[in-house]
């Protein structure tokens, strides 16, 4: 069955600082997209990023950057040089068997301190 | 753009009171459904619809009944409500019939059982 662990309850960290988020998976599929999710302090919550399992490449947006290691089953997040405003739940996730929905982490809260 | 709308934002509910959370999407699409987040759990599907007229369980649904009787409006009943389900609820919706696309989501719900 489907499961995404996502082992960080929470990490502090001080602005500018880089940080990484922890996503590990488990599928049968052998072909799937995980996703990355923000839920700021106001509560939506906001998408980040899909990623096809064919694609290993890393991927960057900006100060975001996704790490796929399909040989470990994780899709790691870093945030280089963490603002304030990063400030936030952020949850991997991984389509059901039906795809109909997805199936969610329990989220990673980060606080950036000024 | 207004997206997803969910209503109320918030409520307080006594033990045993019945509600409707009403979810209404302007973006024309077929695809429908009521997650709960609970804190340290991630959200989880309490029910979907794949069009207006039909409705399916998801991982959670007891205690909560749905319609889609406008392919725009997805209503959450809760007939009896028990602390059990004080959570914050979101409504999304999705183009196609797979999760594979992403969803958008309403801001959210925050219901109080006590």
């Known amino acids: 069955a489907q499961k995404v662990t996502q082992a960080q309850t929470e990490i502090s960290v001080v602005e500018k600082e880089d940080v990484t988020l922890d996503c590990v998976y488990e599928?049968?599929?052998?072909?799937?997209?995980l996703f990355w999710y923000k839920q700021p302090p106001s509560g939506e919550l906001v998408f980040l990023i899909r990623?096809?399992?064919?694609d290993e490449q890393n991927e960057i947006s900006g100060r975001y950057s996704w790490n796929f290691q399909k040989s470990t089953s994780s899709f790691n997040f870093t945030i280089t040089a963490s603002q304030v405003v990063d400030s936030a739940v952020y949850f991997c996730a991984l389509p059901h068997d039906s795809n109909y929905q997805l199936i969610w982490g329990a989220g990673t809260k980060l606080i950036i301190k000024p | 753009n207004a997206g997803v709308t969910q209503t109320p934002k918030f409520r307080v509910l006594k033990t045993g009171q019945s509600m409707t959370l009403l979810c209404a999407q302007d973006m024309n699409h077929e695809y429908m459904y009521w997650y709960r987040q609970d804190p340290g759990m991630g959200l989880r599907l309490i029910h979907y619809?794949?069009?207006?007229?039909?409705?399916a369980k998801g991982e959670v649904p007891d205690g909560y009944n749905v319609s889609r009787l406008k392919k725009q409006n997805f209503l959450l009943g809760l007939e009896s409500a028990a602390p059990s389900q004080t959570s914050v609820y979101f409504c999304a919706s999705s183009q196609r019939a797979t999760a594979l696309y992403g969803y958008t989501f309403g801001s959210g719900t925050r219901l109080t059982v006590v």
């Open positions: 619809s794949v069009g207006e007229g039909t409705t």
């Open positions: 990623r096809n399992s064919f």
């Open positions: 599928t049968r599929d052998t072909t799937y997209y």
